[in-house]
């Protein structure tokens, strides 16, 4: 199929899966109930549910989704392997540690904007931190060193986190573990405001790197004879996906393997080209995560499962089998001389 | 060691030179000593020139310096006329394409996609290709022999392949100038005489050639002047007689080496002998 196909068919699948999100939940509603309900006709408590809680809901997960999916894909370009991922390069682990604090100083109670910005200066640091652990003397990140880093400094910050929480206050602690682990709970339209706010400008300014991010894939030198101003686009791109992964941490935690995941997937329906990667990859991962919060809510009724929990669950598996490919044919493949 | 000169430096460029530098340095932070170190050339417009030397006498690095990649502490390298800090990237992309020694790529990528990267200096952040970009990247994979291959993974390519493949890249930015590092170094004779002759070629339709090889009989052969470092110096400069002489070969490869006419080709031969 070709590109345009697979953007009809995901956009759609969007559509239909928002649909699916808010007619699934706790509360019994016909898919007559919610259809009125969405047309502002109806029960008011009907009402209340569909358009107050299930709804920004799944705008959360096509928002977070999308955003960690095109993130992930950026700084797989950037550091030109397919295994990166802000969860397991720790810059969402970063991300958490900086909204965790904000939380814990009483910051974000009085700021709206102190939490993302928090998380922001967290996932800067985060990916600051593992740069300068993975850098080797040539710009080739060796995929091990690099993971490593990652976890590294992934421990780092749960000892951060741990610190901090240890300080704090029940209520401070009860939140805060809800970030580590994920969650869409709790989204309503001012987050998701908030979220789109952070998270779009940065998505649509990703998109217009798609082309000098291709060059970058097939190494900075050769980049920058194509015509590529390498260092420009390297710190753009590092700080809008940062921003990115930021975004949705703040409003939902930690999510990890769906920039993996996603990503690879779509590499492998449409090819390694980002101008078509990148708009793919976020309307796959906003399927994704609104299928993940689907099933986080329906698994085990009346509990609901954290939703970093089912796409780790469904990551891991893929991760290994990536690794062992990646390692076994040494990092990334050579070509020349 | 005609690169000795009492002018000062900057009377010595010529507006017709695609390449220039004069007293070129560079020195890489922590090495003992300096990468290139008195490093003076021209290349003129339309010419086969051809950089040789010992692995580590500087060629890549030069390479780089002349295309600003690497930052030079004294001396000033020109592209056509102009100094390189002067270019931006893009408009030298399309001035100057490289094949560098090596490159790895992350992603599956097919032979079209890797050749219409040449384009990248010629498109706007979203635009598709036009027909011109079309026609150039198809007539590159053309002039290369990759046009049956436009849709096969680089990775199934054997090394041959893919060398022709990346100097089509090079040629799909319809560059004046095309710079190659080493583009031979693992191909078989047939594979890089073809090469050879596609520069050749590409010279005498007025493209300038700047090739890094360690093959001094081909490089005498198809270059119009010939460049001989050492360790970051200028041991020779000029036609390729005047180049490859036996005591200069000698003392800058550290080995004994013969050099006769070859009387097949009419130019220089060179022999390497056994130490003793």
Same mark, same amino acid.
């Given at each position: 199929?070709?590109?345009?196909?697979?953007?009809?068919?995901?956009?759609?699948?969007?559509?239909?899966?928002?649909?699916?999100?808010?007619?699934?939940?706790?509360?019994?509603?016909?898919?007559?109930?919610?259809?009125?309900?969405?047309?502002?006709?109806?029960?008011?408590?009907?009402?209340?549910?569909?358009?107050?809680?299930?709804?920004?809901?799944?705008?959360?997960?096509?928002?977070?989704?999308?955003?960690?999916?095109?993130?992930?894909?950026?700084?797989?370009?950037?550091?030109?392997?397919?295994?990166?991922?802000?969860?397991?390069?720790?810059?969402?682990?970063?991300?958490?540690?900086?909204?965790?604090?904000?939380?814990?100083?009483?910051?974000?109670?009085?700021?709206?904007?102190?939490?993302?910005?928090?998380?922001?200066?967290?996932?800067?640091?985060?990916?600051?931190?593992?740069?300068?652990?993975?850098?080797?003397?040539?710009?080739?990140?060796?995929?091990?060193?690099?993971?490593?880093?990652?976890?590294?400094?992934?421990?780092?910050?749960?000892?951060?986190?741990?610190?901090?929480?240890?300080?704090?206050?029940?209520?401070?602690?009860?939140?805060?573990?809800?970030?580590?682990?994920?969650?869409?709970?709790?989204?309503?339209?001012?987050?998701?405001?908030?979220?789109?706010?952070?998270?779009?400008?940065?998505?649509?300014?990703?998109?217009?790197?798609?082309?000098?991010?291709?060059?970058?894939?097939?190494?900075?030198?050769?980049?920058?004879?194509?015509?590529?101003?390498?260092?420009?686009?390297?710190?753009?791109?590092?700080?809008?996906?940062?921003?990115?992964?930021?975004?949705?941490?703040?409003?939902?935690?930690?999510?990890?393997?769906?920039?993996?995941?996603?990503?690879?997937?779509?590499?492998?329906?449409?090819?390694?080209?980002?101008?078509?990667?990148?708009?793919?990859?976020?309307?796959?991962?906003?399927?994704?995560?609104?299928?993940?919060?689907?099933?986080?809510?329906?698994?085990?009724?009346?509990?609901?499962?954290?939703?970093?929990?089912?796409?780790?669950?469904?990551?891991?598996?893929?991760?290994?089998?990536?690794?062992?490919?990646?390692?076994?044919?040494?990092?990334?493949?050579?070509?020349?001389? | 060691?005609?690169?000795?000169?009492?002018?000062?430096?900057?009377?010595?460029?010529?507006?017709?030179?695609?390449?220039?530098?004069?007293?070129?340095?560079?020195?890489?932070?922590?090495?003992?000593?300096?990468?290139?170190?008195?490093?003076?050339?021209?290349?003129?417009?339309?010419?086969?020139?051809?950089?040789?030397?010992?692995?580590?006498?500087?060629?890549?690095?030069?390479?780089?310096?002349?295309?600003?990649?690497?930052?030079?502490?004294?001396?000033?390298?020109?592209?056509?006329?102009?100094?390189?800090?002067?270019?931006?990237? /893009? &408009? %030298? +992309? $399309? *001035?100057?394409? !490289?094949?560098?020694?090596? @490159?790895?790529? #992350?992603?599956?990528?097919?032979?079209? =996609?890797?050749?219409?990267?040449?384009?990248?200096?010629?498109?706007?952040?979203?635009?598709?290709?036009?027909?011109?970009?079309?026609?150039?990247?198809?007539?590159?994979?053309?002039?290369?022999?990759?046009?049956?291959?436009?849709?096969?993974?680089?990775?199934?390519?054997?090394?041959?392949?893919?060398?022709?493949?990346?100097?089509? /890249? &090079? %040629? +799909? $930015? *319809?560059?004046? !100038?095309?710079?190659?590092? @080493?583009?031979? #170094?693992?191909?078989?004779?047939?594979? =890089?005489?073809?090469?050879?002759?596609?520069?050749?070629?590409?010279?005498?339709?007025?493209?300038?050639?700047?090739?890094?090889?360690?093959?001094?009989?081909?490089?005498?052969?198809?270059?119009?002047?010939?460049?001989?470092?050492?360790?970051?110096?200028?041991?020779?400069?000029?036609?390729?007689?005047?180049?490859?002489?036996?005591?200069?070969?000698?003392?800058?490869?550290?080995?004994?080496?013969?050099?006769?006419?070859?009387? #097949?080709?009419?130019?220089?031969?060179?022999?390497?002998?056994?130490?003793?």
């Amino acid at each position: 199929m070709k590109p345009i196909t697979w953007a009809a068919v995901l956009g759609l699948a969007v559509v239909l899966v928002f649909l699916l999100s808010i007619l699934v939940g706790e509360a019994d509603l016909t898919p007559g109930q919610v259809f009125a309900a969405l047309l502002g006709e109806g029960d008011i408590n009907d009402r209340r549910i569909v358009v107050g809680l299930r709804a920004p809901r799944a705008v959360m997960a096509i928002l977070v989704g999308g955003g960690l999916s095109l993130s992930g894909a950026v700084f797989q370009a950037l550091l030109r392997n397919p295994l990166a991922e802000p969860y397991i390069l720790g810059i969402s682990g970063g991300a958490a540690t900086g909204a965790v604090l904000a939380l814990a100083l009483g910051l974000a109670a009085s700021l709206s904007w102190a939490l993302p910005a928090a998380a922001f200066a967290g996932a800067l640091v985060a990916i600051f931190l593992v740069l300068r652990v993975a850098a080797t003397a040539d710009d080739q990140v060796d995929v091990r060193v690099l993971l490593l880093a990652g976890v590294v400094v992934g421990a780092f910050f749960t000892a951060c986190m741990a610190f901090v929480l240890s300080i704090s206050d029940a209520r401070t602690v009860r939140s805060a573990v809800l970030w580590m682990m994920g969650s869409l709970v709790g989204s309503d339209w001012r987050t998701v405001w908030m979220v789109t706010l952070y998270s779009i400008p940065a998505v649509i300014a990703l998109v217009g790197l798609a082309r000098p991010l291709n060059l970058l894939a097939i190494g900075e030198e050769t980049a920058g004879y194509l015509g590529a101003d390498v260092e420009r686009v390297k710190r753009m791109a590092y700080v809008l996906a940062s921003l990115l992964t930021a975004a949705g941490v703040a409003a939902t935690g930690v999510i990890g393997f769906v920039g993996l995941i996603v990503p690879h997937s779509i590499r492998l329906l449409v090819g390694a080209d980002y101008r078509v990667l990148l708009p793919l990859a976020f309307l796959a991962g906003a399927v994704f995560l609104m299928l993940a919060d689907i099933a986080a809510r329906t698994v085990l009724p009346p509990t609901e499962v954290p939703i970093g929990v089912i796409t780790v669950f469904v990551g891991v598996p893929l991760f290994l089998l990536l690794l062992r490919r990646s390692v076994g044919a040494g990092a990334g493949t050579g070509v020349g001389a | 060691m005609a690169t000795e000169s009492t002018e000062p430096a900057e009377t010595r460029n010529d507006a017709s030179a695609a390449l220039w530098a004069t007293e070129l340095r560079v020195h890489y932070p922590n090495a003992p000593a300096p990468a290139l170190d008195s490093v003076s050339m021209t290349v003129p417009r339309g010419s086969f020139y051809a950089v040789l030397g010992p692995n580590g006498s500087g060629k890549s690095t030069l390479l780089r310096a002349l295309l600003g990649m690497v930052p030079h502490q004294a001396g000033q390298t020109q592209v056509f006329g102009r100094p390189v800090s002067d270019w931006n990237r /893009r &408009a %030298l +992309a $399309q *001035e100057a394409g !490289v094949v560098t020694q090596s @490159e790895s790529v #992350a992603f599956p990528i097919t032979v079209r =996609e890797l050749v219409a990267m040449g384009r990248y200096p010629y498109l706007g952040a979203l635009q598709s290709e036009t027909p011109t970009d079309k026609e150039a990247i198809s007539e590159a994979m053309r002039m290369c022999d990759v046009d049956n291959l436009a849709q096969r993974y680089l990775s199934t390519l054997s090394g041959g392949e893919v060398q022709r493949t990346r100097v089509a /890249r &090079a %040629l +799909a $930015q *319809e560059p004046n !100038v095309l710079l190659l590092d @080493e583009p031979t #170094a693992s191909l078989d004779v047939r594979h =890089e005489m073809e090469i050879l002759e596609l520069l050749r070629a590409s010279a005498a339709a007025g493209m300038t050639v700047f090739l890094i090889t360690h093959h001094l009989d081909l490089a005498a052969r198809f270059a119009d002047r010939l460049l001989l470092l050492d360790r970051g110096r200028v041991a020779a400069e000029g036609e390729p007689e005047e180049v490859l002489r036996e005591e200069t070969l000698k003392r800058v490869y550290e080995w004994p080496i013969s050099v006769s006419n070859d009387p #097949a080709t009419g130019v220089p031969r060179v022999t390497p002998l056994s130490r003793h």
